[in-house]
């Protein structure tokens, strides 16, 4: 299994532009998320998923828009970017049971906006 | 919204036993308590899980009073290799929602 995987490792982008954050996990997991997280800082949820076809904001959903039409695959939006989402982002997947909070988590995508 | 308290930061040295400490007043009766590990650019790494009293694995220790409202993460004879930054987290206590909520985490410092 490769587990979580996450696209593209890092990227650049100026004021305004837009794109979407891969991610992918091969393990059937129910639950996905997405997290980013600023220098010196701990984790923050922007959306998670429970299943396929349903979604949920978390703390920090503004500017990001998900979806999630597969079990596989959870891609996250950014509509138009601002220096203030730079940052690292990281997606986990964990199994089906909502106190099983074993996740497992990418390795992660380095933004920078400009 | 369940929150944790952990300590910012600890120091420890090789060979040593590393005791970190989480708060968390508010956790609800089906909450599961959990660590994580994280390392300089990478994602966090699951370390252990409990409900209630000891838990232990190749890894660590979790140990969870009776009340629940505190667990201690207890790391045998650290390297140098454990040093990181160690999240506490409890489920959302009021709506059962299946979101999971990092607080800033303790970073310890394993010294030579």
């Known amino acids: 299994n490769a587990g979580v995987t996450q696209t593209p490792k890092f990227q650049v982008l100026k004021t305004g532009q837009s794109m979407t954050l891969q991610c992918a996990q091969d393990?059937?997991?129910?639950?996905m998320s997405w997290y980013r997280q600023d220098p010196g800082m701990g984790l923050r949820l922007i959306h998670y998923s429970v299943g396929a076809g349903i979604t949920d904001q978390g703390e920090v959903p503004n500017g990001y828009n998900v979806s999630r039409s597969t079990t596989e695959d959870f891609p996250l939006r950014l509509l138009s970017a601002a220096p203030s989402q730079t940052s690292v982002y990281f997606c986990?997947?964990?199994?089906?049971?909502?106190?099983?909070?074993?996740?497992?988590f990418g390795p992660g995508t380095r933004l920078t906006v400009t | 919204l369940a929150k944790t308290t952990q300590p910012i930061s600890m120091d420890s040295y090789e060979g040593q036993e590393v005791n970190i400490t989480c708060s968390h007043n508010?956790?609800?009766?089906?909450?599961?308590i959990t660590w994580y590990q994280q390392f300089p650019s990478q994602g966090p790494r699951f370390i252990i899980q409990g409900y209630k009293t000891k838990v232990t694995n190749e890894v660590a220790s979790l140990f969870i009073p009776a009340d629940r409202k505190s667990s201690t993460l207890s790391l045998p004879r650290v390297s140098l290799s454990d040093t990181a930054v160690y999240y506490c987290?409890?489920?959302?206590?009021?709506?059962?929602?299946?979101?999971?909520?990092f607080g800033a985490g303790t970073r310890l410092t394993v010294k030579p």
């Open positions: 986990a997947s964990s199994p089906a049971g909502w106190n099983s909070y074993e996740q497992y």
């Open positions: 508010n956790i609800a009766t089906n909450d599961y």
């Open positions: 393990m059937n997991h129910e639950y």
């Open positions: 987290l409890v489920g959302d206590g009021e709506d059962n929602n299946n979101d999971m909520r």
